[in-house]
C-alpha cells in the first residue's frame, strides 16, 4: 500500500521557520517529481515547489527565496524549508509524488495535508 505521510506543520509567528517532511513507502516504481501544494478553505490547491528526481527544482513565485525544496532519493523523502513564514502562508501543505511505471503512465500519489498556520 503507497503512503505518503507529511509531518513538521504547526502554528508559528510570522518571520518564523518550519520545516515539512514527507515520507513515502510502498513505491515499488520510480519516483520523478516530488512536490509541494497547498490549500486554503475555498480555494483551489496550488502548487509551492517542485523538485526532479536529478534535483532541478521549481517555486511558485510567492515563496521564491522563503522556501527551499529538497529530496533523499535514497529515502524517497521530500522536504521544504520555509522561512520568513508569513500569516497568508497559511495553509493545509500537501504532499505529491509522482511515480512512472513504465514510459506511458505515471500515477499521483497525495499525502493527507499537515496544518500549517502563522500568526501575526
Known amino acids: 500500500q503507497v503512503q505518503l505521510v507529511e509531518s513538521g506543520g504547526g502554528l508559528v509567528q510570522a518571520g518564523g521557520s518550519l520545516r515539512l517532511s514527507c515520507a513515502t513507502s510502498?513505491?515499488?516504481?520510480?519516483?520523478?517529481?516530488m512536490s509541494w501544494y497547498r490549500q486554503t478553505p475555498g480555494k483551489q490547491r496550488e502548487s509551492v515547489a517542485t523538485i526532479g528526481s536529478g534535483g532541478s527544482t521549481n517555486y511558485a513565485d510567492f515563496v521564491k527565496g522563503r522556501f527551499t525544496i529538497s529530496r533523499d532519493n535514497a529515502k524517497n523523502t521530500v522536504y521544504l524549508q520555509m522561512n520568513n513564514l508569513k500569516p497568508e502562508d497559511t495553509a493545509v501543505y500537501y504532499c505529491?509524488?509522482?511515480?512512472?511505471?513504465?514510459?506511458?503512465?505515471?500515477?499521483?500519489?497525495w499525502g493527507q495535508g499537515t496544518q500549517v498556520t502563522v500568526s501575526s
Open positions: 505529491n509524488a509522482v511515480v512512472s511505471v513504465r514510459p506511458t503512465l505515471n500515477i499521483n500519489y
Open positions: 510502498g513505491i515499488s516504481f520510480r519516483i520523478t517529481d
